[in-house]
């Protein structure tokens, strides 16, 4: 049965730093690129960044550049998020996600292989 959980958001003051930790089983995880999204109320989900399955060169959307940093550690079936210098606007719902690259753009694979999400929200 393929599971993606992750932990690690909580509440947060501005400027501060979370670490999302995502522990997947159920399927191979070295063979898949993985990512996170997000999905702050009343709008669609967005790509936060994404790291092909070797871990190397990583995506990221222009708004998380420089303040965030995707990572994983494929012996311990992890992946991570390491958010620093939070903002208000990054208050939202992260999930894990498997997928793949084609041609420099990430794929998530279906529904099956999302994560519940945990809640990271940034207020003073």
């Known amino acids: 049965q393929v599971q993606l959980v992750e932990s690690g958001g909580g509440l947060v003051q501005p400027g501060g730093s979370l670490r999302l930790s995502c522990v997947v089983s159920?399927?191979?995880?070295?063979?898949?690129?993985m990512s996170w999204y997000r999905q702050a109320p009343g709008k669609e989900r967005e790509l936060v960044a994404a790291i092909p399955n070797t871990g190397g060169t990583t995506n990221y959307a222009d708004s998380m550049k420089g303040r965030f940093t995707i990572s994983r550690d494929n012996a311990k079936n992890t992946l991570y998020l390491q958010m620093n210098t939070l903002k208000p606007g990054d208050t939202a719902v992260y999930y894990c996600n498997a997928g793949v690259f084609n041609s420099g753009r990430y794929y998530p694979l279906g529904r099956a292989y999302w994560g519940q999400g945990t809640q990271v929200t940034v207020s003073s």
């Open positions: 159920g399927f191979t995880f070295s063979n898949y690129a």
